[in-house]
T-cell receptor, first 117, second 113 residues
Framework: AQKITQTQPGMFVQEKEAVTLDCTYD???????LFWYKQPSSGEMIFLIY??????QNATEGRYSLNFQKARKSANLVISASQLGDSAMYFC??????????????FGRGTSLIVHP | DSGVTQTPKHLITATGQRVTLRCSPRSGDLSVYWYQQSLDQGLQFLIQ???????AKGNILERFSAQQFPDLHSELNLSSLELGDSALYFC????????????FGQGTRLTVV
């Protein structure tokens, strides 16, 4: 079974509008971390935001916020006031508790976001 | 700058050849992870080393191997290369906790011709 599911292969948004990228996860651990990364066309992986499973508040980092719904096992990324430079692939990732002796970051297949002027 | 250094950035080689990708982790990180990203694919976990020892294996082919040296730098060796091995290979390093992000190198883009 997929640990991280990103159901939107591609998304389009108008510049200055907000966009939500979906992510659902599957774990039986109580302690886990959820992460979002951005991969522009140049290829590097840029860390955006982190949410811990015990965090009661949704994480925010500038224009990025994470809509964490624990009961639904979803961790959607919200980008406010989209900019042309936000056009990129976005990956949701999870680190679970010490299963098998490691905290391997597991990634979804990604969502391609295109911001239109 | 993530603090993780990967070399080379680009590599073009012929089928059947062997290549070595190198990664220097962020200072203080004992864990190194290797990932493969093929066209339009997510990141596939290959292998993890922790403080010099192999800790976890993912979907790593038998033709691929890795090691981590006492100075914590790591190398990924790819042999008997096939066209399908063409991909972006990432190294990431991190602390071993659930609540810290993994820091990625710039990746090595391998093209097998």
């Amino acid at each position: 079974a997929q640990k991280i599911t990103q159901t939107q292969p591609g998304m389009f948004v108008q510049e200055k509008e907000a966009v939500t990228l979906d992510c659902t996860y599957d774990t039986s651990d109580q302690s886990y971390g959820l992460f979002w990364y951005k991969q522009p066309s140049s290829g590097e992986m840029i860390f955006l935001i982190y949410q811990g499973s015990y965090d009661e508040q949704n994480a925010t980092e500038g224009r990025y916020s994470l809509n964490f719904q624990k009961a639904r096992k979803s961790a959607n990324l919200v980008i406010s006031a989209s900019q042309l430079g936000d056009s990129a692939m976005y990956f949701c990732a999870m680190r679970e508790g010490w299963a098998g002796g490691s905290y391997i970051p597991t990634f979804g297949r990604g969502t391609s976001l295109i911001v239109h002027p | 700058d993530s603090g993780v250094t990967q070399t080379p950035k680009h590599l073009i080689t012929a089928t059947g050849q062997r290549v070595t990708l190198r990664c220097s982790p962020r200072s203080g990180d004992l864990s190194v992870y290797w990932y493969q990203q093929s066209l339009d694919q997510g990141l596939q976990f290959l292998i993890q080393y922790y403080n010099g020892e192999e800790r976890a294996k993912g979907n790593i082919l038998e033709r691929f191997s890795a090691q981590q040296f006492p100075d914590l730098h790591s190398e990924l060796n790819l042999s008997s290369l096939e066209l399908g091995d063409s991909a972006l290979y990432f190294c990431a390093s991190s602390l071993e906790t659930v609540n810290t992000e993994a820091f990625f190198g710039q990746g090595t883009r391998l093209t097998v011709v």
